[in-house]
């Protein structure tokens, strides 16, 4: 009888549990019931049913046999083609991903997607077998990482049911492999997996793997396997630009339901490049520290959040137009104050620490920071940033406004 685990979670981290740590709950519930074992990620809210749904009291009975479809897939319903963001660098491996959905067997047979890890290989996965279990009219999926195919092959050989683990995988009409780069190092999985690779081609089924390397990068595998891997469709996920970036992230808020302004999506995006997974795991330790904190999330505190965890991967740079903000708001005046021919010493005081602070903090040029300070000229600048510089040496008081706005903008001295 298949048993299923449900792990609450907050519902603000309930997404990234599930795509996180799924895999490591589903080999833990497997160990401690079976290989049948299905764990489900609930929000905090969510109750057990009634024991008396399952049958009389103290009476056991067996659960409903699942459908042919959905045995052995282990798929996470959040993974689905709808959520997934498409862009420069992965609109042809959505494309092919989906054709084999559509048309298992027919289309591109095997489909090889390869990229850097957090790039969306494994969405892609998951979305071909729920896509297939929803529409391929009883159509068998079978998922599983490499270490996963590995476990389950040596306990069938431990346990003398080699049979009945073939017949798993070669019968299913849809397999999808993810992580095949750790095949390296396992020569009897290897060659179980080189058998079940020609089985299921030779019968007609779909296969699609992922890898975090190309088929000739592929390190300890033969050729005749790198040759098969090259037989079909080979298609590389590449990290996202920046406006790919920002779109993810904005699709991921409106998804777990986060408010943040899109200067903040943007600040992230800019400062966070290296893969999907990145993204929007910056985007949860920034909501969960504003909210912690009980402070606003803005770009400001992107940074310093994102500086204090290693991760901030962006250029150390910051804009002009908030520093005029944070300046203003320091000193008590208005920003149209600061950017006019005022010349009252708040508003004087406050316009100079903007153009010491931007000459300090971004690679503007002097001309660049004058034009964006209201228009003024170079000489005008640079006498500010003399006089500011100095001040900071001389006048607690200046000094201290200008600490505040290092802490303001997010910056560490």
């Not at 660049?368 to 607690?396: F, K, Q, W, Y």
């Amino acid at each position: 009888m298949g048993k299923t685990l449900y792990v609450r979670a907050p519902e603000h981290i309930r997404t990234s549990v599930a795509e996180r740590y799924l895999p490591l709950l589903r080999r833990a519930a497997a160990r401690r019931f079976d290989g049948h074992a299905v764990v489900e990620v609930v929000g905090p809210g969510w109750s057990a049913p009634p024991e008396d749904a399952a049958g009389a009291a103290g009476e056991p009975t067996a659960a409903p046999a699942p459908d042919a479809g959905q045995r052995g897939a282990r798929l996470n319903p959040k993974y689905s083609f709808d959520q997934f963001v498409i862009g420069e660098g992965n609109r042809f491996a959505h494309a092919a991903s989906l054709a084999v959905a559509e048309l298992p067997a027919q289309a591109y047979n095997p489909l090889f997607l390869h990229g850097r890890p957090g790039l969306g290989k494994t969405h892609l996965l998951h979305a071909i077998g729920n896509y297939v279990q929803c529409y391929g009219a009883g159509l068998r999926v079978r998922y599983a990482t490499i270490e996963e195919f590995t476990t389950d092959f040596v306990a069938a050989v431990r346990r003398h049911r080699t049979a009945d683990f073939k017949d798993d995988f070669r019968t299913a009409d849809v397999v999808l492999i993810d992580d095949v780069q750790f095949l390296a190092g396992r020569t009897k999985t290897r060659e179980e997996f080189f058998h079940t690779f020609n089985a299921l081609l030779d019968s007609g089924r779909q296969l699609v793997i992922s890898s975090d390397r190309s088929p000739e990068d592929l390190p300890g595998l033969e050729d005749r396997l790198a040759e098969r891997f090259r037989a079909g469709l080979v298609v590389e996920l590449e990290p996202p630009p920046a406006p790919l970036r920002r779109a993810i992230l904005a699709k991921r808020a409106r998804v777990d339901g986060v408010e943040v302004s899109a200067d903040v999506l943007a600040e992230i995006a800019q400062r966070v490049d290296s893969s999907v997974r990145a993204l929007e795991g910056a985007l949860i330790r920034v909501v969960a520290y504003a909210s912690l904190k009980g402070e606003q999330a803005t770009p400001a505190l992107v940074r310093h959040v994102l500086r204090r965890l290693g991760e901030d991967t962006g250029p150390d740079a910051y804009g002009i137009s908030e520093i005029i903000d944070a300046a203003a708001q320091e000193f008590g005046v208005e920003r149209d104050a600061l950017l006019a021919r005022d010349r009252r010493p708040a508003v004087a005081t406050a316009r100079q620490v903007a153009m010491y602070l931007a000459r300090e903090l971004t690679e503007h040029s002097l001309p660049e920071i004058g034009r964006g300070i209201g228009g003024r000229n170079h000489s005008t600048v640079l006498h500010a940033v003399n006089r500011i510089g100095a001040a900071v040496r001389n006048d607690p008081a200046v000094r201290n406004a200008v600490d505040n706005l290092h802490r303001r903008l997010g910056h560490r001295r």
